[in-house]
């Protein structure tokens, strides 16, 4: 994911190193108008979107980013394309919010 997101995205993007109990995400450097983004990757046999989320955002706490995405990987899909993208509809709102779009 990490370089979908640099190729993609920006080449500044890189895998985050991880940092324990303070752990600030899976992917280093993804930013949106100047907001730091946390982007939390699981692979794992049984879907747990609520885990997701909740690692999401507390890496993102731990960051001090605007919000924090999980991107969840789907059984039998390999594109990073097809990947689920699992947020709160709050996170979502107040993420739109930053980045000025309007309805």
Known sequence: ?????????????????????????????????????????????????????NEAQSEAVNDDALVGFALVKRHSKASPEEQFFVSTVGDFLRFLRAIGATS
């Open 1 to 53: 994911m990490a370089d979908f997101f640099r190729d993609n995205w920006d080449d500044r993007i890189d895998r985050r190193v991880k940092t324990g109990s303070l752990d600030k995400g899976d992917i280093a450097n993804f930013r949106i108008n100047g907001h730091r983004i946390v982007l939390e990757c699981k692979n794992e046999t049984k879907y747990d979107f609520n885990n997701a989320v």
